[in-house]
């Protein structure tokens, strides 16, 4: 016999059993379909937080940087309170407190409150990309005749953008993983497809290990398609 080819009866039993596993969590009775479901509700859920996030993050970055000491007090309260508290509680007081009677659709409830959770941290991170760049360029904007909000928009955002975009992929991320929580509104998202496999087969393993994995490809694509844009961005640097 070819020793190459030789494969010990208990590792052959266990490759067995792992396939007979994965068959009954996933393939029998089509339960791979909670898993495709959860994957859909997770990237919308995110993709849609992530958006709304960014536009309340760059709002709150502003107030937070604005000499009136109103807009101020707002930026910093609202900071102070998201980053203060749990996401899961930020998310189960707005799905059945604030909008429980608005009739909006389970997920973009979920979608708005991950999108206020998100919108804190990621002011900050705009902040401190603003605050990065020299005042010189600020100067000089206003030496050209532009008005404040010109120079804000026509030169210190996109020279800020370069800075911050590796901190906003890291939020980004860290949000897909923070939206594993949806299964407390009634949401089936990846993590709560995986519990369903698990109560329905009795088998622990296989759903979480999947849930696992999946949750890790969709991470590690992502931040080899967001670290090829960030490459881009540099390719205009002066080195």
């Known amino acids: 016999m070819n020793s190459a080819l030789f494969i ?13 596993t994965f068959v009954f969590c996933f393939i029998e009775k089509k339960r791979y379909t909670f898993l ?23 709002v709150i970055a502003i107030f937070n940087l604005s000499n009136k000491k109103a807009l101020n007090k707002i930026g910093k309260v609202y900071t102070d309170i998201i980053r203060g508290t749990p996401s899961v509680t930020q ?18 409830i979920a979608s708005i409150a991950f999108s206020i ?7 900050e ?10 005042k010189g360029q600020t100067e000089a904007g206003r030496s050209l ?22 901190a906003l992929c890291n939020e ?3 949000l897909i993983k923070e939206t594993a929580i949806v299964g407390y509104v009634g949401l089936v998202d990846i993590q709560k ?24 490809v969709i991470i590690k694509v992502l931040t080899v398609s967001l670290g090829k844009v960030e490459k881009r961005l540099r390719k205009s640097d002066v080195r």
């Open 117 to 123: 959770n998100s919108g804190a941290y990621v002011s």
């Open 193 to 216: 497809a995986g519990d369903f496999i698990k109560s329905t087969t009795y088998e622990a393993f296989m759903p979480l290990i999947g849930t696992a994995i999946i949750y890790f």
């Open 36 to 58: 495709t479901e959860g994957i859909w509700m997770t990237i919308k859920v995110s993709l849609v937080a992530a958006l709304f996030g960014l536009v309340i993050g760059f």
């Open 8 to 20: 010990p009866a208990s590792l052959a039993t266990w490759f067995a059993d792992v396939k007979e």
């Open 91 to 108: 998310l189960m007081i707005i799905y059945f407190v604030v909008l429980a009677k608005t009739g909006l659709a389970k997920w973009l």
């Open 145 to 166: 005749g532009l008005k404040g909000s010109q120079t804000m928009m026509s030169i210190v955002i996109p020279q800020a953008v370069k800075n911050i975009f590796p």
């Open 172 to 174: 980004f991320i860290t």
């Open 125 to 134: 991170i705009i902040r401190a990309g603003i605050l990065s760049i020299d």
